[in-house]
């Protein structure tokens, strides 16, 4: 393969790999805060603080949402340099013109990775949240605040 085209590879690569490791990083950051909010929830503080653990975890969500999306786009501009001729190789690393179904925003956000990751901590602090009785949902949790 020409050394141009391989320099130009590696740039994408290197960028890729921080996207990736941003990503990572973030769900990391998510998990935390969660346990932090409920860790101080369940002290002496108001049980209900719980429930602001719903918020950040969707500005997590929307944020790695991001990153996947360019993560995505750079993986597309990838395999475009990969097809192009050595004398075309230009060492851009602009995405603007990709626009690709894989690479919306709202596709990267639904990504079976993202929603099951962000999903399941939303849906254990709703579970958490009816388990110690500071919400209810009818005919799916009827423990009616087990711990008090």
Not at 46 to 59: H, N, S, T, Y
Not at 93 to 120: H, P, Q
Not at 126 to 147: K, S, Y
């Amino acid at each position: 393969m020409p050394e141009k085209k391989i320099k130009h590879l590696e740039m994408i690569e290197a960028v890729i790999e921080r996207m990736a490791k941003n990503s990572f990083q973030l769900k990391g950051w998510a998990m935390t805060l969660v346990a932090a909010i409920i860790a101080l929830s369940a002290k002496d503080a108001d049980r209900r603080f719980i429930l602001f653990g719903i918020i950040p975890v969707l500005g997590f969500w929307i944020l790695d949402s991001f990153y996947l999306q360019q993560e995505r786009k750079y993986t597309e501009l990838y395999s475009q340099v990969l097809l192009k001729d050595e004398a075309n190789i230009d060492f851009s690393l602009s995405i603007a013109n990709i626009d690709v179904k894989r690479t919306k925003f709202i596709s990267c956000m639904f990504a079976k990775v993202e929603w099951i990751f962000y999903g399941l901590i939303i849906v254990s602090i709703i579970i958490l949240a009816c388990v110690l009785g500071i919400i209810t949902l009818p005919h799916l949790c009827n423990c009616g605040g087990v711990i008090q």
